[in-house]
């Protein structure tokens, strides 16, 4: 759940985590939520609007998400306690990934093991993969049920030459290379979103592409996948990042 994002009310989101929002700036969106016109079998307690009640409520043709500026605040609650309720069925497997990349750093342009895991783990959700992209970049494309925008979503991998002095029994196990800056995490978080996104394909209008990109510690990991034509085939109608930040407090989205 995102609240108050460039001037504009967000009370949820949800159907695919991500969506694409063009009255966020003006602040006219006032709330989003599920599409869900049947229920889902990866999501038996979402209920469906018209089970609550609003059965009227249009249903855009992007990314399978309701846009409504009315819808209650106490319906807007069920759908974001249902939300986060699948995305903590995924704590530990994210968790797992995470500290497994944090034990393995690697440098920019040097992410092979990392960048297969991501592509292993995509590739198992069934996703169509791309690997190589900007040298050590991997790029999956979830694709809907029906046509709509391309949303991107992008997480980088690479670690920092630093010495890591840790007890915890994750903590790196290459000398002078950690994952000091979070990309462990954003790798981690990047792959529980795909899971969910994989799960609710039949609810997406339009795609969503994931990239993993490497070298974004000031080797231009960026540049290279997009002289590798990451921004093409499909271009992005919208894109996202996320950067975690220790001065904030967990669950904070700022």
């Not at 690697?106 to 198992?124: S, Y």
């Not at 969910?196 to 990109?213: C, D, E, Y």
Request: with cysteine; charged share 20%.
């Amino acid at each position: 759940a995102l609240t108050q994002v460039m001037g504009g009310q967000i009370a949820i989101m949800f159907d695919g985590i991500v969506t694409s929002m063009p009255q966020i700036k003006g602040g006219k969106l006032k709330a989003f939520g599920v599409a869900a016109k049947t229920r889902s079998a990866h999501l038996p307690d979402v209920p469906t609007l018209a089970e609550l009640g609003y059965p009227d409520i249009d249903f855009s043709n992007w990314l399978g998400t309701a846009v409504a500026s009315g819808v209650p605040a106490a319906i807007v609650d069920k759908i974001n306690a249902a939300t986060l309720k699948a995305a903590e069925a995924l704590r530990d497997e994210i968790v797992g990934w995470r500290r497994q990349i944090h034990m393995h750093p690697e440098l920019g342009f040097q992410e092979k093991r990392t960048a297969a895991l991501a592509a292993g783990v995509l590739r198992g959700l069934g996703l169509q993969v791309r690997e190589g992209v900007g040298r050590t970049g991997v790029v999956g494309i979830v694709d809907g049920a029906g046509d709509g925008p391309t949303v991107l979503l992008r997480f980088d991998m690479d670690a920092l030459p630093i010495q890591e002095i840790s007890d915890a029994p994750y903590r790196s196990q290459h000398a002078g290379v950690m994952h000091a800056c979070g990309h462990d995490g954003h790798t981690a978080i990047g792959l529980g979103v795909a899971t969910l996104l994989s799960r609710q394909r039949q609810r997406l209008f339009g795609r969503v592409k994931l990239i993993f990109q490497p070298a974004e510690e000031g080797l231009g990991g960026a540049m290279a996948m997009i002289q590798d034509g990451v921004l093409q085939q499909p271009a992005p109608d919208y894109a996202f990042g996320l950067h975690l930040w220790n001065q904030l407090a967990f669950g904070q989205v700022a």
